[in-house]
């Protein structure tokens, strides 16, 4: 004999997973995968499934996202794997994106500022001590 209806749970059940998935922390699951994967996520992650386990003996929440993984390959001319990597911080490092290249350009512009109003003071200090007998 049913209690309730089972559409009704199933739909709450939807929509409490939605909820906690709304909620992640997508700066604390970066840092956790690149401590443990050594590699950042791409723009692109797609949502495939939530749901409520028993993990350890401890109700959790499973989560399945794909995400892209950068990946590189070196080997050598007899087609031997010389190195692997799926880490995006290594491309990063070597070239600033246009948003870095723009931060970098505003915090040289106001050190130029800077640095021209400390010569200005200087200089009108120079010419007043020039002034003094």
């Known amino acids: 004999m049913k209690v309730t209806n089972p559409e009704l749970i199933q739909d709450s059940e939807k929509e409490f997973i939605d909820t906690i998935n709304a909620e992640l922390d997508w700066e604390a699951i970066e840092k956790l995968l690149m401590?443990?994967?050594?590699?950042?996520l791409q723009d692109e992650v797609d949502y495939k499934n939530g749901d409520m386990v028993v993990f350890d003996n401890q109700i959790a929440y499973k989560f399945?996202?794909?995400i892209k993984v950068p990946l590189s390959v070196v080997f050598n001319r007899q087609g031997?794997?010389?190195?692997?990597?799926t880490s995006r911080h290594d491309e990063a490092a070597q070239e600033p994106g246009p948003r870095e290249m723009a931060e970098i350009k505003d915090r040289s512009s106001e050190k130029v500022e800077q640095l021209a109003s400390s010569i200005a003071d200087m200089i009108s200090e120079i010419n007043q001590g020039d002034d003094t007998p």
């Open 35 to 40: 401590q443990k994967h050594k590699f950042a």
């Open 64 to 66: 399945d996202f794909e």
């Open 80 to 85: 031997e794997c010389l190195d692997i990597s």
